[in-house]
């Protein structure tokens, strides 16, 4: 089915340590975004990619970066990641009829 | 001026009921305000959506209101049903630019059978 596919669903990092969330999307959207949802805090803003080889920060982009060398994929990276980074975190691609989601990775920072 | 305020933060009816969400802003440049479903372990999904030139659309049971003066909008589900429980977000934008796509902060509604 088309789509946004995330990977991991899960993770548990060890704080210090580094991982790449992996995103893919095949509806051939050029916007795509990162989202981390908290409890009461809604979907904020991390990065967003308005094609390939463009890139700009969200609301919340500190701890994270991210790439965009292809249309399909938008892979974020957690440089050393905090316990604040505790979240879950969901990739989209936006067309002009809204944001069409992935399933999400829940991300636990010991 | 880019928040979105959404209101109950939980919201609790009995089958057949009325589910009754509300948002507001800031923003007069917002022009287009979408609702997302979102299921356990799953990501928001667009319900419905409208723009500011019309004042309510129905899809099937899910109605939006929209008062422009009052910067006020809100959905509606009618005939409430336990598959409906989920967590609603109201959203607002202007533009294309992903730092003009605000959205609230959710509501979970519990559909009781």
């Known amino acids: 089915n088309a789509g946004v596919t995330q990977t991991p669903k899960f993770q548990v990092l060890k704080t210090g340590q580094s991982m790449t969330l992996q995103c893919a999307q095949d509806?051939?959207?050029?916007?795509m975004s990162w989202y981390r949802q908290d409890p009461g805090m809604g979907l904020r803003l991390i990065h967003y990619s308005v094609g390939a080889g463009i890139t700009d920060q969200g609301e919340v982009p500190n701890g994270y970066n991210v790439s965009r060398s292809t249309t399909e994929d938008f892979p974020l990276r957690l440089l050393s990641a905090a316990p604040s980074q505790t979240s879950v975190y969901f990739c989209?691609?936006?067309?002009?009829?809204?944001?069409?989601f992935g399933s999400g990775t829940r991300l636990t920072v010991v | 001026q880019q928040q979105v305020k959404q209101s109950p933060q939980s919201l609790i009816v009995q089958k057949g009921g009325i589910s009754i969400i509300n948002c507001a802003y800031e923003n007069t440049a917002f022009d287009y305000f979408p609702w997302y479903q979102q299921f356990p372990g799953k990501g928001p999904a667009l319900l419905i959506a409208?723009?500011?030139?019309?004042s309510e659309k129905k899809e099937g049971r899910f109605t939006i209101s929209f008062n422009k003066s009052a910067k006020q909008f809100s959905l509606h589900i009618m005939d409430s049903q336990p598959g409906d429980s989920a967590t609603y977000f109201c959203?607002?934008?202007?533009?294309?630019?992903?730092?003009?796509?605000?959205f609230g902060p959710g509501t979970r509604l519990s559909v009781l059978p």
């Open positions: 409208i723009r500011p030139d019309v």
């Open positions: 959203a607002a934008s202007w533009g294309r630019r992903e730092q003009n796509f605000v």
């Open positions: 509806m051939n959207h050029e916007y």
């Open positions: 989209a691609s936006r067309s002009d009829y809204g944001y069409t």
